[in-house]
């Protein structure tokens, strides 16, 4: 029986944890100034760390149409689940437990509070921490059953074409989507820059944070949250012809978290304790006492 269940798991949740697919995009982007990685070494297929990323991509790339995110965003936009603090949410998030090498892998709060500490530190408005802080709550949707591939991985526009920037395109020749008329043109249900707020983006973390988020902070902030995972358009351009002149503006804000959340993570854990303070203060000044999850 635990041979069948966890052969099933692995199917479904190829990555060891969520924070393999963050390890792989690092080794994709890796920091300007560090002595880059072989290209041999990013795309060698006998890794076996890479054949999880790759069947990760596999089953994202399979599954996320258009009306699977419909779909998603009905269910969990009602935010009927849990109700509770920031502080006590990310507590939560904290209690997804990472199999993968426990020696080096920070939690998931530590994770988001060298993000907001390498903003700080960089002397950034205090929403601007905040965002860095809160940017990965969204991952909570794997606690809520939700696959690996429906939570992280790199977010794409749905109802248009694929673009062969996204990693491992060759996989959206599995998606339903890829032979819909309706949805494989260029622009597919869009227009040239309609601007991506009446853009659908594929379902994950970030779209489910935005849309816990959107009332309360600014633009920027959402842009940030909203987009840090569309590295197709980020870091490759491939959806200038949706964007508008107010969304080309705003990515600057975009491009401008990105590095904070790939470069900042540093084997010395932060201090939690010590740190919980100045991050409750932040919260309570942008974002109300709950949040519905
Ligand atoms: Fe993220
Ligand atoms: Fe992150």
Redesign the pocket.
């Known amino acids: 029986m635990k041979t069948n269940s966890s052969f099933t798991e692995k199917q479904i949740n190829p990555l060891q944890s969520i924070e393999q697919w ?1 390890d792989d995009v690092l080794k994709r982007y890796p920091e300007p100034n560090e002595p880059a990685k072989a290209p041999e070494e990013y795309r060698n297929y006998q890794d076996p760390a890479r054949d999880t990323v790759k069947e990760f991509y596999r089953l994202n790339h399979q599954y996320q149409s258009y009306d699977f995110v419909m779909e998603k965003k009905k269910d969990f936009l009602q935010f009927n689940r849990k109700e509770m603090p920031v502080w006590k949410a990310m507590e939560f998030l904290n209690t997804l437990v990472d199999d993968s090498d426990p020696d080096i892998e920070l939690d998931q709060l530590q994770h988001l509070l060298q993000t907001g500490e390498a903003i700080r530190h960089d002397g950034h408005p205090d929403w601007f921490v905040l965002t860095g802080f809160i ?2 709550m ?2 909570v949707l794997c606690l809520f059953g939700e696959p690996q591939w429906a939570v ?1 991985g790199d977010t794409f526009p749905v109802g248009c074409q694929f673009s062969d920037k996204i990693v491992y395109p060759e996989f959206f020749n599995s998606n339903p989507d890829a032979k819909n008329e309706t949805y494989n043109s260029k622009y597919g249900i869009y227009s040239h820059g309609c601007g991506l707020r009446n853009v659908t983006m594929s379902w994950g ?2 779209e489910y944070l935005y849309q816990i988020t959107k009332d309360y902070l600014p633009e920027q902030a959402l842009y940030m949250i909203r987009y ?2 569309f590295y197709s358009q980020h870091r490759e351009n491939a959806y200038e012809h949706l964007m508008d002149n107010h969304d080309r503006k705003m990515f600057e804000w975009v491009k401008k978290f990105n590095p904070y ?1 790939l470069y900042s993570k540093n084997p010395v854990p932060p201090n939690v304790r010590e740190l919980k303070p100045y991050y409750e203060d932040l919260i309570s000044k942008y974002l109300p006492a709950t949040v519905k999850l």
Do not use: L, P
Request: aromatic share 0%; no cysteine.
């Open positions: 963050e940017h990965d969204g991952k992280v973390h970030d840090h995972s959340d």
